[in-house]
Structures are given as C-alpha cells and as structure tokens.
C-alpha cells in the first residue's frame, strides 16, 4: 500500500537503495551522509527486509566489504562522506578496473560551504579520475531514483557508480510517496577469475581498455537519458544566452527562472554528468551564443565542454570559486549575465540593505563548542594545564573544539593526531629540541585509522603523550556505536574491541585508564607520562581518557550530580570563562559577576575543581 | 498554491528542527509539496542553527533572501542575523524577554519593509511549565493565535497532538496552548 513520509534526502537515497534490491550496505559516518545507513536500518526493520548492514571501521574497509559482495553477484552500496572517499580511493581505483557483477553503488556526499568538511572537494572529479559514471541529484525525490538508476547502471555495464548528493540534498526534507518494498532472494556465488579479481599489471591493461569500452557505451547512454540529462530548446530556435547546471544548483535555477516566468532562456539540465554527454552537450551549445555553468563545487561540465570561447562561469569569474552557490548568490550572478548578454535581467529584491544592517549590529558570533558536562573539556583542561607549552595535535571529531580550549593546535585529516605527533616529534629531535607534544583522539577515530599511525610511531621510536578520549561513541555525526561498545549499526551484540588490547598490541609499554572528570588524577597521569617519555628506555606514553558522551548516555553520564554555585570568593578574573569554557558559566551583565545558568547546566561538578580562588562550589 | 517560504532559526540544542517538523507535519495533512533545509553536523553543538520550510510545487531546499513571509527566531540575535531572509511586509516572531525589543538600530528598516515584529518570552512560559528546553513549542503557539499566520492554530495542535512522543505529550500540549494564549492577550 502506499504511503507518504517526509524523508530527509538520505532517508529517500536509503529508500531507492533498498527499491532497488541492495542487499549489502556498509558505511562509516561522516557529515553529510550519516543519516543513509541508520534510514536503511530503519527501512529493513519495517519492511522485513533481509539486507546485511555494517558500519565499517573506515571507509576503505567499507568499500572492500561491498565490493566483495557485489562480485559475488548481490547488489551492495557504500556510504560516506566525500573526504571518506578519499580514505578509500586505493579501492575505488582498483574497482573500477576489476568490474562489478551484481550492482555496486557508491554514495559520496558533499559539502560545498564547507558546513562540516576539511574541504568543499567535488566527488564528481573523483569519479572522472577512477573513470566511473557519477549521478548528481538536484533534490531527494531525485536522489532515491538515480540510486536505482546507478545500481541498474552499474549491473548493466560491470562497473561502480558514484551517486553524488550535496548537503542541500542530504540534509533537505521531501514529502515521499512509497510502496511495500519486496525483499530480494538472490544468492551469492562466486566465480573464481583471477585475470581479473587478482589481476596482474599485464591483465589490468586489458581491464583498462574494458573500462575504456563501457565508459564510451555509457556516454552514449547518457546522451539520451532524457529523464536527468535534458533541455528545453525550441527546435531551429537560437538563443543569446544559455544556462547549463546539474545537482543542487539546477533546482536553484529553476525556481528562479519559473517564479520569474523566463521562458527565453533555455536550460540544459546534466544529472549524469560523467561519463560527458557529448552530443547533447553540443546540440545545446550550438544553439546558444554563450553558455553559463553553474555547478558545485567545481569545474566538472565547465573542463568538458569543447568551445571555451562560448563559456561562462567559474574560469570565466562569473561563478565564485569557493563557498555554497545559496539562491541568493545564483541571483546575483545570473543578473550579471544576463546583463552582459543584453537580456533583461531577474530583478529581484535586493538583499544589500539588509545584509549591511546585520553586518552593523556586530552580533555575537556563535561558535560550536563543547557541551556542559563534556568529558573532552575535563581533558583538555587538565592537558592545557599541566603541559602549557606542548604542541597539540588532534583529530576530527567533536574534540576539535578542544581549540576553544586551547588544546588544540593541529587538525589535518582522520588518525594526523598521531602521525603529526610523530612527525612533529623527529622534526625537533633533529635539532636536538626536547618539544613535548600531547596528541588527542577520539575513539572512533582511533579505530578508523589510529593504528597505522601508532604502529609507525612506536617502531621508529617517536616520543609523546597520546590521549584517546573515549566517550564511548561516534559522537559528532550523530551517536553511531564504536567498537569498543560491542554493539553493531542495528543495535545487535558484536564482539567489544578493547582500546587497551590495541594499544599494547601496538607496543605501548605506558597505558593508563582513567576518568577524566577526576581532574586532580588526570595531572598526575599526565606528569607520570611526561617523566615516562623522558627516559631512556621510555616511549609514548598512551592515556585512555574514559567517560561516556552525555547527549549519548544521558543520565547514566553522570551518576551522581552535583548542583553548583559560584560565592563571593569570585575575583571575576574570568579564568574559569576563558580557560573551561562551559556554557553554562557566563558573566551575568545584569548582576555584573559570574554566574551559573541552571538550564544549561549538566550538574557534572567538573567545575569544581578548576577555580583558582575555589568560588565554585557545591550547593548543600 | 503559490509557494509558501518558512525560515525558523536559533542556536543548536533549541530544537528547531522539531519545530520544523510540526510545520512540514502540519503542511502536509493539508495538502501541500513540501521541500526543507536543515542544520546537522558541528553547528548543532551550540552553534547558529537555521532551517527552512519551502511550501508549494518547488525543486530546491533554501529560501532565498528577501522571500520568507515568515521568520520565527528562538533567539533575539539569531532574529536579526537572518533578517535577509524577510520578504517585504513579512512577519518576525522573536523568543526574548528584552523589553528593548525590537533594537532601535532595526525598526526603521522594520518599518521601511512593512515587516511586523513580535515578541513572546517563549522560553521563560516553558521554563515556568517544567520544560526548558521547549520554548520552541511556545514560539509556535504564540504564532498561530495570529490571523495573518499561514498555519492553522487547530492543524499545528493536532500535529503536535500526534507526532509527541507519549510521554510528552501533554506537557507539549499545555506549553504550546501557553504560547497561544499569550498570543491572544496581545
């Protein structure tokens, strides 16, 4: 029977996956795609569906996982997060040559803004590099039919697809209208071929000229994929101007032109954008003197299309190069267009009055920072405390606002807490300079790709303090389980992988356990490492800073709490302000002192242990 | 139905993606397309968090300045920070307990683009129902008592109504009648 939901864009691609029969999936969280994997969860749940899901260590691991699946004819996806892609590029490249059986879909999602990513890196020019087609959604109703298209796709033709969502289309909401979704019976089987699943360089030449064939078949193809590469060209007609986008800022283009009833302009939408659309793209740029590009986050159609002289946008300086094409920035640059090319242009209301008014009232800039009652402060409080001059590496996660803090010096990609530190550490050993360095991680991020990093630093005999702040979770993308908790992505029992057993398998000699909200405990330790690090035989010192997450655990966070008050004993030098950065210690402007707000307040009674004058204490 | 264009902001942790969902809820039981933008990863820890809510036959997610008729903001500064988004004679509701409201710099530009501002103190009615966290209930209470909201008063309560878990159902209720009633008085 059908129904209709209000799915968020991941929850429509979770939808067309599991349509489409996806019997594999595997994922490691990262914004903007965290939300695919629970969604399918939830989906096979209520729709008794048979599909294997995991949350995978990394996102290589999950991409292996698929793709052995896939060739044993099932049909599997893989989910991440486009900086994930590149972790798992060794894969995505190798894949490509080797061919698929059953369907093998790759969802590698966005983030021009960037909102929650190191980079605004376009997924569609990894695709164009691994030599894949990608598909690039302009809204969730959209995203869920070209995940069927690209696991059909990708059957047909033996090859991995890249479905290419943009945060605006992951994280926008659609009511969805959907049937029963039937479960699919198909059974693995797997036919031994090692000129290709174990090829050789001599083999791997032949599989690129078979990847070369289909590339060239599925260009063909998406000339006449009429359902998302289309335009709307009046047959003889020429044009003055022309606009040609794909993804997100395709709908943007076209609510702005409809609202506006611009019919004189034609648009030329390319939702499968690679392998290129050659013919079509030449038809519509012969009949248009000049032709505007507007796609995220790159160059992608703008590099493929053959007559430059005829081409507006980012190498042109039409398009900004960086930051998210919003609506009112894909306005503003069409009006200049169409300016250029004579044509009246959109005229809508200007928004400079007001940006400038707010620009003038110098609001408060809102920075994330960690919760009230966040086991990372503790620790980062005590690190900045009792290694002043260190240098702090750290890694992707909440923690990162550990900078607030300032405990945080570095943050470069998933596990360079560990490698910068060593790297840091040979860098001044070399001149002979004793630098103590504190490295933080988190526990995820530990396991997703920690100990290459840690096996390196121990083996050539780097020296620091490693931190692993374990909250127990994967807390930043939305509370996935980590492996230490032993329990997997459908809420089912796995086996616990302990932090501790790791880090000795590594060859740490120095490994301390302890709860962070002890802040008293947590200096001494780190002393005990500092003087560890120091000795002749000594190494790195590895503590594992363990306290559940409170948006995860909640009550049982904090097992006894502790209401606080701040006395007249406070100097209002503001150390615990600037140096603790709870949000739930403020200066009261009204009462003109140092204040708790009770509302924010987690009772965790970490506090009261960080006042220089002891000001904060216990209510009785 | 001409498109009909919704901006709800606040800080992380306000719960301003609920109270989209009880206006995307609401929207849908009467009828219409809908297509929303939400703030998820970093910002939510405490960060500007700002969402839109698109009514009509529409193919993108985000409001465009100068086109939401409506702009309900769960903090006074976030208020103002997306003030671009107000469309000429639109409506701004506000969660402060500043009697300064709205700040003498805003009102002419207020007063030159016929917008009308409200304020309601959303979270002290919700603080003093036992429920801090759900000023976000008591803002959009308070913006249903108007005659020129889009929302249907009756619509927005049965949403809540029915999309509450069971457990908060009722305070939910009496936070967002709360809301309406100071709505009413004014």
């Not at chain 2, 209470?141 to 927005?156: K, R, V």
């Amino acid at each position: 029977m059908k129904r209709q939901e209000i799915l968020l864009g991941n929850g429509a691609i979770a939808l067309g996956l599991l349509e489409a029969g996806c019997q594999v999936v595997t994922s490691y969280p990262g914004t903007p795609s965290s939300e695919i994997l629970p969604e399918v969860i939830r989906l096979v749940k209520s729709e008794n569906l048979n599909t294997y899901v995991e949350w995978s260590t990394n996102e290589k691991v999950a991409l292996d996982n698929a793709f052995a699946a896939s060739i044993t004819g099932k049909r599997a996806a893989c989910c991440m997060k486009q900086v994930g892609l590149n972790v798992a590029a060794d894969s995505l490249m190798s894949a490509a040559y080797m061919g698929t059986v059953g369907g093998l879909v790759i969802i590698s999602c966005d983030d021009p803004g960037p909102h929650s990513s190191q980079t605004e890196q376009d997924t569609r020019f990894m695709a164009r590099l691994a030599k894949v087609p990608v598909l690039d959604p302009s809204n969730p109703e959209e995203a869920r039919k070209m995940a069927g298209l690209a696991m059909e796709l990708s059957e047909e033709f033996r090859i991995p697809v890249i479905l290419r969502p943009a945060i605006r289309v992951c994280h926008a909401r659609q009511n969805i209208a959907f049937d029963s979704i039937p479960v699919n019976t198909k059974k693995s089987a797997f036919e031994k071929d090692p000129s290709r699943w174990a090829a050789t360089p001599r083999f791997r030449l032949i599989l690129h000229g078979e990847l070369n064939k289909k590339l060239k078949e599925i260009g063909k193809r998406f000339d006449a994929l009429a359902a998302y590469n289309f335009h709307n060209l009046e047959p003889g007609r020429t044009y003055p101007l022309g606009i040609i986008a794909g993804g997100v800022p395709y709908a943007v283009i076209r609510d702005l032109l409809d609202e506006k009833n611009r019919t004189d302009i034609p648009v030329l939408k390319l939702g499968a954008p690679y392998p290129f659309p050659e013919a079509l793209a030449s038809e519509f740029m012969e009949a248009c003197a000049k032709v505007l590009v507007v796609e995220e986050t790159d160059t992608l159609i703008e590099y493929l299309l053959g007559d430059r002289n005829k081409v507006l946008g980012r190498l042109s300086g039409h398009v900004p190069l960086e930051g998210e094409l919003v609506p009112q920035v894909i306005d503003r640059l069409l009006d200049r267009v169409l300016r250029e090319a004579s044509l009246p242009p959109l005229a809508g209301e200007e928004d400079t009055e007001a940006v400038e008014l707010v620009k003038s009232l110098q609001l408060p800039v809102r920075r994330p920072t960690l919760c009230p009652g966040c086991p990372h402060r503790a620790s980062f409080f005590a690190i900045r405390k009792t290694k002043p001059k260190a240098i702090f590496t750290s890694d992707i996660g909440c923690y990162t606002l550990g900078m607030n803090l300032g405990a945080v010096d570095t943050c470069l990609d998933m596990g360079a807490a560990i490698t910068m530190a060593s790297g840091f550490y040979h860098a001044f050993a070399q001149d002979g300079v004793d630098q103590p360095i504190v490295a933080t991680i988190g526990d995820s991020t530990f396991y997703h790709s920690g100990t290459a990093g840690l096996l390196n630093a121990v083996y050539n005999g780097s020296r620091f303090i490693l931190v692993i702040l374990d909250n127990l979770t994967t807390a930043m993308t939305g509370m996935q389980p980590s492996p230490s908790m032993g329990i997997r992505a459908d809420g089912s029992e796995g086996r616990a992988i302990s932090l501790e057993r790791i880090v000795a398998g590594c060859g740490v000699d120095f490994i301390e356990v302890l709860d962070p909200y002890d802040i008293k405990k947590m200096t001494e330790v780190l002393k005990k490492a500092s003087e560890y690090i120091q000795e002749p035989e000594g190494g790195i010192a590895v503590i594992i800073a363990r306290h559940p997450c409170l948006i995860a655990y909640r009550a049982e966070a904090i097992p006894e709490k502790k209401k606080v008050t701040v006395t007249d004993e406070c100097t209002e030098c503001h150390f615990c302000i600037d140096r603790f950065e709870c949000p739930a210690i403020y200066h009261d402007q009204e009462l003109g002192r140092t204040a708790i707000n009770a509302q924010l307040c987690s009772s965790c009674g970490v506090c009261l242990q960080i006042c220089p004058k002891g000001a904060i204490v216990e209510v009785a | 139905m001409s498109t009909i264009n919704v901006v709800l902001c606040g800080l992380g942790g306000q719960g301003i993606l609920f109270m989209t969902k009880v206006l995307a809820q609401a929207s849908l039981g009467r009828g219409y397309n809908l297509m929303g933008a939400e703030t998820h990863g970093m910002a939510q820890r405490g960060g500007s968090v700002v969402s839109h809510l698109r009514l009509g036959n529409v193919q993108g997610s985000l409001v465009k300045t100068n086109e939401a008729p409506l702009l309900l903001a769960l903090e006074e500064n976030e208020g103002y920070r997306n003030l671009p988004f107000l469309a000429r004679g639109g409506r701004l509701y506000v969660n402060t307990m500043s009697p300064l409201f709205p700040r003498e710099e805003v009102r002419s530009f207020l007063a030159k683009k016929q917008i009308i501002p409200r304020s309601v103190p959303a979270g002290k009615i919700a603080l003093d129902l036992g429920a801090p966290m759900s000023s976000n209930l008591a803002l959009l209470g308070f913006c249903s008592a108007f005659e020129d909201s889009p929302f249907d008063h009756e619509n927005l309560r049965e949403t809540i109504g029915r999309i509450s878990p069971d457990r908060f159902r009722d305070k939910n209720l009496s936070i967002f009648d709360a809301g309406y009633l100071a709505g009413k008085k004014e």
